[in-house]
């Protein structure tokens, strides 16, 4: 792969400065998008507090879209920026991360560029985060713990099995659970033992004596005795008929 010519170098740095002078140019024309002005002055109005809440929520998202351009733009003047210093220092056309010469079409096509495409950092990702998150804590989707292995209290993800099992608008197709075929069992681990460890936790219970054995035939019950664990002799007991 070759490396360009003094005069092709020449060519892009002119289209570079072309286009760094365009943007400068539409940024004053237009005051940064005018955000250095206040709503107020924008809209013309003493105070926004009287509009009408559309009102408001119109002209923030023109604001929003404003920040979102100006940004787009200071990101392309700063790419414009480093091709040029790059220019000047000799290191135009190598890429930066891996040293191996940058096609000559893609310098072409995108002269800012310092990287080859195999190296290009991800673009548009704004790394600018609103201060609120800096005290708000995280919301309730977020409160699931069971990845840190030292927790096994209530978290949210139990507090949404609780409310999915009155069904949620998954089809069966969709459920995290391999092999559904029913839309009963598509919640998140519809068969995780709630309340106990052990499933005969869930059936044997003792009076307040701690004496009288009794067992409550409910559904871990059934599924104990057909997959074969448990011993047919539990139904000799005084048993309590509870599900
Ligand atoms: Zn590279």
Redesign the pocket.
């Known amino acids: 792969m070759t490396t360009p010519s003094n005069a092709h170098i020449s060519l892009l740095q002119s289209r570079l400065l072309d286009e760094q002078r365009e943007i400068e140019k539409r940024l004053a024309d237009n005051d940064h998008y005018g955000l250095s002005q206040s709503l107020r002055d924008d809209t013309g109005e003493l105070t926004a507090i009287d509009n009408h809440p559309g009102d408001t929520a119109t002209e923030l998202y023109e604001r929003e879209k404003d920040v979102a351009l100006l940004e787009q733009e200071e990101l392309h003047l700063s790419r414009i920026d480093a091709a040029l210093d790059a220019i000047a220092d000799g290191s135009y056309g190598i890429?930066?991360?891996?040293?191996?010469p940058?096609p000559l079409e893609r310098l072409d096509a995108v002269p800012d560029t310092l990287?080859?495409?195999?190296?290009a950092p991800r673009q548009h990702l704004s790394l600018r985060r609103p201060v609120e998150e800096l005290v708000l804590d995280p919301p309730f989707g977020r409160t699931s713990l069971d990845e840190q292995d030292s927790y096994n209290g209530f978290d949210g993800e139990d507090a949404w099995q609780i409310v999915e099992q009155w069904g949620n608008a998954d089809s069966p197709a969709m459920s995290e659970n391999r092999d559904v075929a029913d839309y009963v069992n598509v919640g998140i681990d519809a068969y995780e033992n709630d309340g106990f460890v052990e499933p005969i936790e869930s059936f044997l219970a003792t009076d307040i004596t701690g004496r009288h054995v009794s067992v409550i035939r409910n559904r871990e019950y059934r599924h104990y005795l057909d997959t074969g664990e448990g011993d047919h002799g539990l139904e000799s007991d005084e048993l309590e008929e509870t599900t």
């Open positions: 890429c930066a991360a891996c040293h191996e940058i990287y080859c495409i195999e190296h």
